[in-house]
Nanobody, 120 residues
């Protein structure tokens, strides 16, 4: 079972940038598709971005496309989310997830989350 720990969250002004990082331990990180999700207060968890095991395929939600960039380093067992041009509506708890069983993220491994707060 892979364990995931997110870091890098915080308070930032609208228009600013943050870089989230997710460190994995256990399992075989380089074989997992990895994703970032977020959950705002009172809302359902939503997909943000995903990257396949090799880093060759990237997908983003329409709400973050062009502003966020997902990347991974299989040598370091990390997956990052660079967030630029942050908006108030990006405020949420951000979660890192691994499709560790090949059955989709809901059946995989999740981190505890890191809070991102965007202020005006």
């Amino acid at each position: 079972q892979v364990q995931l720990v997110e870091s890098g969250g915080g308070l930032v002004q609208a228009g600013g940038s943050l870089r989230l990082s997710c460190a994995a331990s256990g399992g075989t990180f380089s074989s997992y598709d990895m994703g970032w999700f977020r959950q705002a207060p009172g809302k359902k968890r939503e997909f943000v971005a995903t990257i396949n095991w090799s880093g060759g395929n990237l997908y983003y939600s329409d709400s973050v496309k062009g502003r966020f960039t997902i990347s991974r380093d299989n040598a370091k067992n990390t997956v990052d989310l660079q967030m630029n041009s942050l908006k108030l509506e990006d405020t949420a708890v951000y979660f890192c997830a691994a499709d560790s069983y090949g059955l989709g993220y809901d059946s995989g491994s999740w981190g505890q989350g890191t809070q991102v707060t965007v202020s005006s």
